[in-house]
């Protein structure tokens, strides 16, 4: 969710690009806002993540009982 903060500081600070910061700041500004769901959003997108690893194969869920063999 932060990314645009991190791309924006980094183009003013190794391109010169002075509206990089503005547009980080203002992000940020926005994000950072008491009436803004950012944390409700950062949970969604990362159960989504989730489970699209965990559907495309890439994520394996451990068993929970140590008797259960793991899939080969």
């Known amino acids: 969710m932060y990314t645009p903060v991190w ?3 980094l183009l003013h600070i190794l391109f010169g690009i002075k509206w990089g910061s503005v547009v980080a700041t203002a992000y940020m500004a926005f994000w950072a806002g008491p009436f803004t769901p950012f944390f409700p959003l950062c949970i969604a997108i990362t159960f989504a993540i989730k489970k699209l690893l965990e559907k495309a194969g890439i ?4 068993p929970k ?3 259960e063999k793991e899939p080969d």
């Open 7 to 9: 791309g924006g500081y």
């Open 59 to 62: 994520w394996r869920v451990k």
């Open 65 to 67: 009982n140590k008797q």
